[in-house]
């Protein structure tokens, strides 16, 4: 069982959550799964280890992967993409929604292996050069239990192929309909990925441990400054966004999302 699951563990057990619900959990967190998603046109794919969710977008033929996660289990991730029926040497563009261990350390795996363009945010540079995260600030228990653990992960240093500044057409470079968007907060190089009406924001916010809504991220060094993130991007950057793909648990439909962190519907 890993550190994740011993700390859902703990924290359901005191909410007095019901066995069944408590071992269903356990699993998901424990387990490797793929779920498959139809967002207007885009196949979502999202395969999950050790909590930590990859998106892979597929539209009209072309591949985008979004967060292949922790370096350990790229080549679990490859072969998910085959037993999937994809070929992992199609992914030719992956977007680090920011460069934590636990997002962006598989990336590497891929560039080298298949020759994939990586795409992360120019501020998030330092952490990709030298495979270190930066500080992180818990926001609950859950965060204080795992924070020595993630803090300290480590991956193996590389550098993006495409550092971003501004908002970034994806479609010129991958094929897949859609924008790559700025907007730090959770690190200082975090993107969003908008494409249809689907909105890629790795740890901006996190799904519920029970249920489908929407909750504070374990860590974030600036939590009223990350509610002023939200709203913006519900508000002026994707107004048309339904769904929210998360880096954790989810995804969150907008209502929840909206619900959550307070932001009044648009006039």
């Not at 071992?23 to 794919?45: P, R, Y």
């Not at 997002?103 to 540079?125: C, I, K, L, N």
């Not at 818990?138 to 204080?144: A, E, K, S, V, Y």
């Not at 494409?195 to 901006?204: H, K, N, S």
Request: aromatic share 6%; with cysteine.
């Amino acid at each position: 069982m890993n550190s994740f699951a011993r700390a859902l563990l703990s924290s359901l057990a005191r909410r007095a959550l019901a066995p069944g619900a408590l071992f269903g959990l356990l699993l998901s967190a424990c387990s490797s799964t793929h779920q498959v998603s139809a967002q207007s046109g885009l196949d979502v794919h999202t395969f999950t280890h050790d909590s930590i969710n990859t998106h892979l977008l597929v539209a009209k033929g072309a591949m985008v992967m979004v967060d292949p996660g922790y370096e350990k289990n790229a080549p679990a991730l490859e072969q998910d993409l085959r037993d999937a029926g994809l070929d992992p040497a199609l992914v030719k563009t992956i977007v680090l929604t920011h460069g934590h261990a636990d997002h962006a350390g598989a990336a590497r795996h891929f560039q080298s292996r298949f020759q994939a363009r990586v795409v992360a945010g120019q501020g998030d540079e330092g952490m990709l050069s030298t495979g270190k995260n930066e500080p992180l600030c818990p926001t609950g228990f859950l965060g204080r239990w795992r924070h020595a653990e993630d803090e300290g992960a480590t991956y193996t240093p590389f550098h993006a192929d495409i550092a971003v500044t501004e908002p970034l057409d994806l479609a010129s470079i991958s094929g897949v309909p859609g924008r790559i968007v700025p907007l730090p907060g959770h690190t200082r190089g975090s993107l969003v990925v908008l494409a249809g009406d689907a909105a890629f924001v790795g740890d901006l916010f996190r799904g519920s441990l029970v249920g489908s809504g929407a909750e504070t991220h374990l860590f974030m060094c600036d939590v009223e400054g990350n509610k002023r993130d939200i709203a913006r991007l519900l508000g002026e950057l994707g107004p048309g966004a339904k769904r929210f793909f998360v880096g954790h648990f989810g995804p969150v439909a907008r209502e929840d999302v909206a619900d959550f962190f307070e932001v009044p519907p648009r006039e």
